[in-house]
């Protein structure tokens, strides 16, 4: 059994879309035979996937600090809760319990959680898997994430990054692609300052 880790904002977006792919994912996570970790709130996207993993029977692993949870912002039907008193610590903490990442949409603290761990596997500091599983609004021309990956694939031709490290951003187009992605092999350690 994998845990897989899941990024995911604390709202739940302006379309039905993110929702249903949040609750998609919670279980493929089951159905693949893996447990959640995560943030630990049961608000936005973050509460629709928890929820979905424990109705298929899953074990999820919330990890918080102790601020969200004054706010009243935390899960109280996981299978466990870890509380810790800050940010550094449980970032770390999640990146430690998971086998690899599934990175839904969100906002700063999305992102910046995501872009921590690829820098991570970027240092050889982590080995994990890093999934953007996108989603399709609509009639819209684009999906959520090209604009992201446009961005990635602009740093990489700029010279700011090489192409071994912006591969290290993958990304999946259903909840089943990204569980197998998060659960496989990281891509190939390459050294940043080398080569």
């Known amino acids: 059994m994998s845990t897989i880790c899941v990024y995911c904002g604390s709202s739940s977006g302006t ?3 993110f929702a249903l792919m949040a609750e998609a994912l919670g279980t493929a996570i089951v159905e693949a035979g893996h447990r959640l970790v995560y943030g630990g709130g049961d608000v936005g996207l973050m509460g629709i996937v928890a929820d979905a993993v ?3 029977g899953g074990d999820v692993i919330g990890v918080i600090t102790e601020q969200l949870l004054a706010l009243e912002v935390g899960h109280d ?3 466990e809760l870890e509380v810790l008193p800050n940010m550094h610590s449980r970032k ?3 990146a430690e319990l998971a086998d690899g990442i599934v990175v839904l949409p969100g ?3 999305t992102y910046e959680e995501a872009f921590e761990v690829l820098t991570w596997n970027q240092l050889g500091i982590i080995s994990s898997p890093v999934v953007f599983l996108d989603v399709t609004l609509g009639d819209a ?3 959520f994430y090209d604009p992201l990956f446009d961005f990635i694939d602009g740093a990489t031709a ?3 990054m090489k192409p071994q490290h912006g591969v290290l951003a993958q990304r999946a187009v259903t909840p089943a692609e990204a569980v197998s992605i998060a659960a496989g092999p990281a891509p190939e350690f390459t050294r940043k300052w080398v080569g």
């Open 92 to 94: 770390a903490r999640m």
């Open 77 to 79: 039907g996981l299978t």
């Open 15 to 17: 379309d039905g879309a």
């Open 141 to 143: 021309e684009q999906s």
């Open 107 to 109: 906002g700063f603290g």
């Open 54 to 56: 424990l109705a298929a």
């Open 158 to 160: 700029a010279g700011f």
